[in-house]
């Protein structure tokens, strides 16, 4: 059992940054890919990133691309979202999430991951 633990969220201007941190525990976290969603009000849960085991695999949902920035740092079972050019439409709550599946191909889908964080708010502001 894995447990999930974001933070770094909060209010912030547009054109800002924030950066997400998640801790992992209770598992083999070099084991797992790394996810990060968002869900905004009234709307469905979006792929924001995701990262392999090793780092070396990255990828992006097209919302991100060029401004959100995902790492990892296995040594202390961390994984990171660093956001900036924030727009209010980024508001949201942040989610990470961890996976066993591993092949590029829908690795973005939520459906993959099995361990949920509780998510923090990110909130930007106009």
């Known amino acids: 059992q894995v447990q999930l633990v974001e933070s770094g969220g909060g209010l912030v201007q547009a054109g800002g940054s924030l950066r997400l941190s998640c801790a992992a525990s209770g598992g083999a976290f070099t084991t797992y890919t790394m996810g990060w969603f968002r869900q905004a009000p009234g709307k469905e849960r979006e792929s924001v990133g995701a990262i392999n085991w090793s780092g070396a695999g990255r990828y992006y949902g097209d919302s991100v691309k060029d401004r959100f920035t995902i790492s990892r740092d296995n040594g202390k079972n961390t994984v990171y979202l660093q956001m900036n050019s924030l727009k209010p439409e980024d508001t949201a709550v942040y989610y990470c999430?961890?996976?066993?599946?591993?092949?590029?191909?829908?690795?973005?889908?939520?459906?993959?991951?099995?361990?949920w964080g509780q998510g923090t708010q990110v909130t930007v502001s106009s």
């Open positions: 999430a961890a996976s066993t599946f591993s092949q590029p191909l829908g690795i973005l889908r939520p459906n993959r991951y099995v361990y």
